[in-house]
């Protein structure tokens, strides 16, 4: 995403307009990989019979992961690009 969102920046001028294009195209492809990732793990949590009290937890806090790591890509990485990147005045 912020390859693109550099690329973009270089092409146009505009930062917060490369910023949420960015965000935009990365959108899909962001949520496809959290969303396949996370899946893969539903069984697992879903599991009642031998071995389960470890795969349950550990499948929780996977997939607790992979959404909370998904958020924070969506939303503060493009934020904290623009706050970096912002020219002071």
């Known amino acids: ?5 550099k690329a973009q920046w270089r ?11 960015g965000a ?12 396949v990732a996370s899946l ?5 949590a879903l ?3 031998i071995g389960s009290e470890v795969q349950r ?3 929780t806090v996977v997939i607790g ?3 909370s790591s998904t958020l924070l ?6 934020a904290l690009y623009l706050i970096v990147h912002k020219t002071p005045g």
């Open 57 to 59: 937890p550990l499948a």
């Open 40 to 44: 893969g793990f539903v069984p697992m």
């Open 24 to 35: 935009m195209t990365r959108l899909r492809p962001v949520l496809m990989t959290a969303l």
């Open 1 to 5: 995403m912020l390859t693109f969102i």
């Open 73 to 78: 890509t969506l939303v503060l990485l493009p």
């Open 65 to 67: 992961g992979i959404i």
């Open 47 to 49: 599991n009642t019979g």
């Open 11 to 21: 092409e146009t001028g505009e930062l917060m307009t490369s910023i949420v294009e």
